[in-house]
């Protein structure tokens, strides 16, 4: 059953009405159980038989031991990223600042902030790179989608509209 879009685009063609969409193919019960059996099978290939404790169910066990091997492998990843990241950009730095002193003279503190610059970048990259790790590892091995807990989470503050009088009571 094909059902018409309720929102109508205009400003393209007189002719052009709306839009039809096909109705999403919701996932079968049998591709949900065979990604549980591949979840399964790849927890038992590297945990081997997982362990009951007390009070917690092997699924938990499962959910605990993925988590710190995708804590581990994550810190893998980001250690070994980081010097290949650096040294690449410090090369790059190099060779920006050497093609800038032919023509000109470079103070120290552009050299220190154009180097600075460089490590965030290397920084960044290679906390991407485990993040990805992280997710992947924990997608495998438990079926779920989970976010690094070292992911960089920030977000600009919305800037907020201040009226005339608001700021005369504050005392600008």
């Known amino acids: 059953m094909i059902k018409k879009f309720p929102m109508k685009i205009t400003g393209y063609s007189k002719k052009f009405k709306s839009i039809k ?3 999403q193919k919701s996932p079968s019960v049998f591709s949900v159980s065979q990604k549980q059996a591949t979840v399964e099978s790849a927890q038992r290939k590297v945990f081997g038989e997982l362990p009951e404790f007390m009070g917690m169910s092997t699924k938990a066990t499962g959910e605990l031991a993925a988590e710190s091997l995708a804590l581990r492998t994550a810190n893998k990843k980001f250690f070994k990223a980081l010097p290949k990241e ?3 950009s410090r090369v790059r730095t190099a060779r920006g600042i050497k093609s800038i002193r032919q023509s000109k003279k470079v103070s120290k503190p552009a050299v220190f902030k154009a180097k600075q610059k460089g490590a965030m970048k290397a920084y960044t990259t290679a906390n991407k790179k485990s993040d990805t790790v992280f997710e992947r590892t924990i997608q495998k091995f438990t079926g779920k ?3 690094s807990p070292f992911k960089i989470r920030s977000k ?3 800037k907020k509209f201040v009226s005339k009088e ?7």
């Open 21 to 23: 969409l096909k109705p």
């Open 86 to 88: 650096l040294g690449r």
């Open 145 to 147: 989608e989970k976010a």
């Open 156 to 158: 600009a503050a919305p």
């Open 166 to 172: 608001q700021k005369k009571t504050w005392g600008f």
